[in-house]
């Protein structure tokens, strides 16, 4: 799957969060679906800490507001390439 597929999915699954704050027994779905999306979406060590991180995020009512999905899209596609090609460089 391409970058921008993983980031438009990174999106609606964040919007989906949001769906708690109108119904919040949403949550007790969404906690744990959001984190096995996660892993499914971002392989190995990184997917594995995200999903337990996002499962937090979004049991807990107080942090639903953090894009979980797009702050990922963000590490794994923009600051870690750059921190790729910095090395490459030198």
């Known amino acids: 799957m391409n970058s921008y597929k993983k980031l438009a999915l990174s999106l609606l699954f964040d919007a989906l969060g949001y769906v708690s704050f109108i119904f919040p027994p949403f949550d007790f779905i969404w906690a744990p679906l959001s984190a096995f999306l996660m892993t499914k979406l971002y392989k190995g060590n990184k997917g594995r800490v ?23 899209w963000l590490y794994t596609f923009v600051f870690t390439k750059q921190k790729s090609q910095k090395k490459a460089k030198v």
Do not use: Y
């Not at 807990?60 to 999905?69: G, Y």
């Open 50 to 72: 995200a999903a337990v991180i996002t499962f937090i995020e979004e049991a807990l009512p107080i942090l639903d507001v953090v894009p979980t999905f797009t702050l990922m």
